[in-house]
Nanobody, 121 residues
Framework: QVQLVESGGGLVQPGGSLRLSCAAS????????MGWYRQAPGKERELVAA???????DYADSVKGRFMISRDNAKNTVYLQINSLKPEDTAVYFC???????????????WGKGTLVTVSS
């Protein structure tokens, strides 16, 4: 059984910052890519940022320069530092991990339940 648990969401004023965390636990052999997605009300889920096990990162154009993803491989944890928040960043942020479960051979995607980020004055 694999679990991804996010934390760090909340209400923040425009221009503020937050740091999201997501810890993966369970029978994990290895984790390939870890990432953050978000889903705003009435919109589809979209990729925000992702990081490989080697540290290569990728960002959505809308968050480049404001968001920074990082990862602690020893802790199976991924972080998202969110700066200069805008009202349009309001969404549920989901953690995703593409990983291989112990005693298996193929990688699968696992998701957290999400953490709500609300940007409002």
């Amino acid at each position: 059984q694999v679990q991804l648990v996010e934390s760090g969401g909340g209400l923040v004023q425009p221009g503020g910052s937050l740091r999201l965390s997501c810890a993966a636990s369970g029978s994990i052999s290895s984790i390939n890519v870890m990432g953050w997605y978000r889903q705003a009300p009435g919109k589809e889920r979209e990729l925000v940022a992702a990081v490989t096990s080697g540290g290569t990162t990728d960002y959505a154009d809308s968050v480049k320069g404001r968001f920074m993803i990082s990862r602690d491989n020893a802790k199976n944890t991924v972080y998202l530092q969110i700066n200069s928040l805008k009202p349009e960043d309001t969404a549920v942020y989901f953690c995703n991990a593409n990983l291989i479960v112990k005693y298996r051979f193929s990688a699968m995607d696992y998701w957290g339940k999400g953490t709500l980020v609300t940007v409002s004055s």
